[in-house]
């Protein structure tokens, strides 16, 4: 096994991956800028960070900008070669970091561009230090990742809300003015593109990998891309998904790009002495990532889409659509007297309704109405209410009324005071 890790490849793979991800990290964050991410970060006066590393904190305005044009820079750099593992370092820290500034932002293709933007360092693929060949895992290892969102994406639509076609029908009804609405609203079209995407999810690397099916394989992943950029516009991730897919033929296939041997070796016989890796690590890194996304089914109770205990760094995609609200109130505990607060008064419009039906976030909220009110001398309780629609069901309270959240502590553990989805008791409106 470890001889065929060795294995020489053909670099020219390799350095047509360096090229697109840094391309594609790089706009990214040109398209965050252009949307409007950046007020995400300069303007609430709160922001949910994840556990264990809230010393991660938006800069100031000034900062933020010298942030991003730093990352994107350093992507471009990643892109030509130009001083590798130093710009690849400053992208996967500056990317990475970005991604831990705001818990409610997170999104699973900005998790994978964290993985995949660390292992860009360990490449070896500075165009002054540019090789013929490289050993075999350098390749296996990216096209790893690959495997393991869409892998885990299929296992996770094997519940009974995605095969009975929810929550595909409230997404696709969305889409009713779209070009192609009349194909997304049709009757049939929920349980269509639901276990279409269970079969894709499930059997796409397989076919991928095994060279009789190859070229099928590619040409509905195309398919399969492309439609997504139509249906929900996601960015780079649609593109960088097809040059992960273009990655399972021959690692030499690049070559054939007009103009790409310039960037290439002549002498395909000279290999790259990069230092052999510890198959312990990678080991370790292989094992850590298939059990992180079965951890919901070892510690935590109920349905991640309700509780989303587990639901992140799982590859759980477009598997819920919650629609609620979410209240706050405080009370002195000296005087018992009561207020309502509007979390508006705190946050962006898109961290409040992140926050709507998700428990740690409620919770680090109230965390803050806490500390903010013992600032100002005041001991206080703070109880939320957060009625919740999960993927078209009666709306339900997700926390158990009368729960104190400024005496709870965030845990990797359950939590207690999470309702049942499958409680009896169903809110009216």
Known sequence: MFQKLQKPIDIAILVYFRFFAGLLLAQELVNALVIGKFSEFTSPLFHFSYLYLDWIKPWPAWGMALHYTITIAAGLAVAIGYKL???????????????????????????????????LIWLPLDRDQL??????????????HMGLAYFYAGIAKLNPDWI???????FLKARGGHPLGDIYTHPSSPIF????????????VPALIWKKTRWGAFIAASGFHLSNV???????FPWFSLVLTTMFFDPSWPRKIPGFKRFLLLDTNKDSYEPRPIPLVLGIYVVFHLLLPLRHHLLYPG??????????????????NKKGNVQ????????????????????????????????????????FLRDRYN????????????RISLNGRPPREIIRPGTDLAKEERSVFPYTWIMDLNDLQVVKD
């Open 131 to 144: 090789k013929a060949k490289a050993p075999a895992w350098m390749l296996y290892l990216i096209l790893f």
């Open 375 to 386: 600032k100002e001398g005041e001991d206080v309780e703070v109880f939320a209410s957060s």
């Open 328 to 367: 706050f109130w405080v009370r002195n505990k000296e005087t018992g007297k009561m207020r309502y607060v509007h979390p508006q008064g705190f946050l962006t419009t898109r961290q409040h309704n992140s926050m709507i039906g998700k428990p740690d976030l409620i919770l680090q909220f109230a965390h």
């Open 85 to 119: 593992r130093i710009s690849a370092v400053i992208l996967f820290v500056g990317y990475t970091t970005l991604f831990l500034m705001d818990m409610s932002a997170y999104i699973n293709h900005n998790y994978l561009y964290c993985l995949i933007s660390f292992w």
């Open 230 to 236: 139509m249906m929900f516009g996601l960015a780079t």
């Open 303 to 320: 349905p991640p889409s309700w509780s989303e205990e587990g639901h992140m760094f799982s590859w759980r995609m477009m598997l819920r």
């Open 193 to 204: 593109f639901s276990w279409g995407g269970i079969i894709f999810d499930l059997f796409i």
């Open 164 to 170: 009975a076609g929810k929550p595909m029908d409230i």
